[in-house]
Every structure is written in structure tokens, then in C-alpha cells.
């Protein structure tokens, strides 16, 4: 069965960032770390500072063990919704586009050019010709 996982903006995220209810995101992922805090090896100051914004650099820095990863899923509540940044990104590509003036010819102009082009052969080849005979 698939299971369905909460997805919270950034924005969203950014509400949670004190000690009495902090959430931290990391490679995505959010983990409401509020009952934590005083358990961290780390110290509960570090999970505050990095609460609310993505601390995937400062969690992998830190170096921890196989078993703090496995331990993090008791504290998952939910992903990072990728959408607002796709589009984004998709926005910023369409945006990089080159534009039809950039380009030579653009798609209408190429409906004038086309028969203008034809048009001028023919006369070349009719105009040579006549010059024959
Ligand atoms: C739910 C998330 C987290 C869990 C479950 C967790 C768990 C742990 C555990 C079990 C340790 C002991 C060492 C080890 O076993 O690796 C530790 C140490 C540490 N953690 Fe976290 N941690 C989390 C998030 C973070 C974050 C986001 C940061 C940084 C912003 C951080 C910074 C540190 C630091 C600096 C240490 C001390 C490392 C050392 O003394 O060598 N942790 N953490």
C-alpha cells in the first residue's frame, strides 16, 4: 500500500524554530526534533540555530553514526514539497529560452521568406533564360 507523506513548504518550515517546537530539514526531509533537543549528543543549541532552514550541510558535517541516521526516522514528519521550486526552476528555463528575435529567422518570418526566396529563384532562372534564346 502506498503511504502518503505530509508535504510542507519551506515557508512552513520556517514557523517551527524555537525550542519549544522545532522542526529541522534535512535532504528533504522534515523531523520535528522538539522532544530531542535535550536528548542530542550534539546539544540542543545546534538543532535550534539550524531549525527552519535546510541543515542537510550542517547534519552531514557533523559526521554522524549509521544508528543517529536509523534513530532521526522517530522524529520524520514529512518532505519538503518540491513543487514551488520546480516550477521556479522551470520559470527561470523559459525565461533563459532564446527569444524568437535572438534567432535569424523567426517562425514568421520564415512564412514570408520562404515563398520570397522561390519567387526570386524562379526570376533568377527565368531571367537566365530568356538570355539563352
Ligand atoms: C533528527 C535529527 C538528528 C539526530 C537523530 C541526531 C543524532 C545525533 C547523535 C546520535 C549524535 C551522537 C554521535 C552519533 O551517533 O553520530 C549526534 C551528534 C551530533 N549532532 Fe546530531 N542529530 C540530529 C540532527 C543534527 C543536526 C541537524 C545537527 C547540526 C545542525 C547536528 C549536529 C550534531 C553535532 C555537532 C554532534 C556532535 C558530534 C561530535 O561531538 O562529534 N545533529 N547527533
Same mark, same amino acid.
Given at each position: ?5 505530509? $508535504?510542507?513548504?519551506? &515557508? ?5 524554530? !524555537? ?29 535550534? /540555530?539550524? +531549525?527552519?532552514?535546510? +541543515? @542537510?550541510?550542517?547534519?552531514?558535517? +557533523?559526521?554522524?553514526?549509521?544508528? &543517529?541516521?536509523?534513530?532521526?526516522? @522517530? ?19 523559459? /525565461? ?8 535569424? $529567422?523567426?517562425?514568421? !518570418?520564415? $512564412? ?10 524562379? &526570376? ?10
Amino acid at each position: 500500500m502506498p503511504t502518503i507523506t505530509k $508535504l510542507f513548504s519551506m &515557508a512552513e518550515a520556517s514557523e517551527h524554530v !524555537s525550542s519549544d517546537d522545532c522542526w529541522i530539514v534535512v535532504d528533504g526531509k522534515v523531523y520535528d526534533v522538539t522532544k530531542y533537543l535535550d536528548e542530542h549528543p550534539g546539544g540542543d543549541d545546534v538543532l535550534v /540555530q539550524s +531549525a527552519g532552514k535546510d +541543515a @542537510t550541510e550542517e547534519f552531514e558535517d +557533523a559526521g554522524h553514526s549509521k544508528e &543517529a541516521r536509523e534513530h532521526m526516522n @522517530t522524529f520524520f514528519i514529512g518532505e519538503i514539497d518540491p513543487s514551488p521550486e520546480i516550477i521556479e526552476k522551470m520559470e527561470i528555463s523559459k /525565461q533563459k529560452k532564446p527569444s524568437s528575435s535572438s534567432l535569424f $529567422l523567426s517562425e514568421s !518570418s520564415l $512564412l514570408w521568406a520562404l515563398p520570397a526566396a522561390v519567387l526570386g529563384i524562379s &526570376a533568377i532562372i527565368g531571367f537566365l533564360y530568356l538570355r539563352k534564346k
